[in-house]
């Protein structure tokens, strides 16, 4: 291989490399409203219908504790918050500068799903702020 292959070779290694590390949220929805609030994100159709039994990887269970004063998420197995910022859903080892959790006021959740925010309509209204400093438990 002469240099030309191999300096054309590591830069599309890295340039792959660094794009590996970009995405982190799944198809964001933009909604204009005067009130900055996280979108509805519909889930994808397909699979076994929701009431039939877990296999493999759909079996696997998710424990989140979701903060309704600050629609944030955590899951501590991951060491990982899913927040509402910039337009869409992100995740991170830390929270944003500006969004502040009530430690108090939390719900735990144990969800069939790595992106606890495609329940996020539905926990929006069953768990109103300000209403949750007992911990419950629901599972999906």
């Not at 269970?61 to 859903?89: I, K, M, N, T």
């Amino acid at each position: 291989m002469c240099r030309t292959d191999s300096l054309r070779f590591v830069t599309l290694a890295v340039a792959l490399l660094l794009l590996a590390g970009c995405a982190v949220d799944r198809g964001a929805v933009v909604i204009g409203s005067s009130a900055p609030q996280p979108p509805y994100h519909e889930v994808k159709k397909g699979g076994p219908p929701p009431w039939a039994p877990a296999h493999g990887r759909n079996a696997r269970q998710h424990e989140y504790r979701y903060y309704p004063s600050s629609y944030v998420y955590f899951e501590a197995s991951r060491g990982l918050y899913f927040y509402f910022a910039d337009g869409h859903w992100q995740a991170g080892i830390s929270l944003p500068v500006g969004i502040h959790l009530d430690i108090d006021e939390y719900v735990s959740l144990e969800l069939a799903t790595e992106y606890p925010y495609e329940h996020f309509v539905e926990h929006r209204q069953a768990y109103p702020p300000g209403k949750h400093k007992e911990k419950k438990k629901k599972k999906h």
